[in-house]
Antibody, heavy 123, light 107 residues
């Protein structure tokens, strides 16, 4: 079935970097955008950025510019999100999500979500 | 950035009740709005896209309406599995912002 499977939980020290993977299966990886969204414990959802796996084009929320990099390896249908200069406020569950588009290619929502990866930043 | 404001932040209701959650955008977003349901420990589930289109597999008791800046999600007859947190999201322009969430609790 169509699914996104993410890598396991991470514990990092402040100032370090983390790289989370998101492996797609059950569909053509390059046909749908991948987005990254995070959620701190008990908080709401925060969109971090987007990637077109076919072209490699990316876009990031201003809040994360300079600290986040979204990339992919099309040969293994996997997307990655790397966040650097980690601080305690980055402790959250990180989700990858597939972008659903309409017939015109416009994003209309995120229809498939990974299971989430808990990233804990602590000294 | 476009700000999304949901109301109420929480609501208590009973099985069989009709519930409506509203979402207001800080500027016009046409119909570029999605609704999600999230249960504890799980990722969000897409319910509605393009303001009123029901995602495949979602029960017809869920419906969406609105355009421009004001939107709503209605559950026509609450079922036990509907008690969760609901989020709206604008997909009109980057960054794709979410509302703060509405927690639907059992009365």
């Amino acid at each position: 079935q169509v699914q996104l499977v993410q890598s396991g939980a991470e514990v990092k020290k402040p100032g370090a970097s983390v790289k989370v993977s998101c492996k797609a299966s059950g569909y053509t990886f390059t046909s749908y955008d991948i987005n990254w969204v995070r959620q701190a414990t008990g908080q709401g959802l925060e969109w971090m950025g987007w990637m077109n796996p076919n072209s490699g084009n990316t876009g990031y929320a201003q809040k994360f510019q300079g600290r986040v990099t979204i990339s992919r390896n099309t040969s293994i249908s996997t997307a990655y999100m790397e966040l650097s200069s980690l601080r305690s406020e980055d402790t959250a569950v990180y989700y990858c999500a597939r972008g659903l588009t309409d017939y015109g290619g416009n994003s209309v929502g995120f229809d498939i979500w990974g299971q989430g990866t808990m990233v804990t930043v602590s000294s | 950035d476009i700000q999304m404001t949901q109301s109420p932040s929480s609501v208590s209701a009973s099985v069989g009740d009709r519930v409506t959650i509203t979402c207001r955008a800080s500027q016009g977003i046409s119909s570029w709005l999605a609704w999600y349901q999230q249960k504890p420990g799980k990722g969000p589930k897409l319910l509605i896209y393009a303001a009123f289109s029901l995602q495949s597999g979602v029960p017809s008791r869920f419906s969406g309406s609105g355009s421009g800046t004001d939107f709503s999600l209605t559950i026509s007859s609450l079922q036990p599995e509907d008690f969760a947190t609901y989020y709206c999201q604008q997909v009109n322009s980057f960054p794709y912002t979410f509302g703060q969430g509405t927690k639907l609790e059992i009365k």
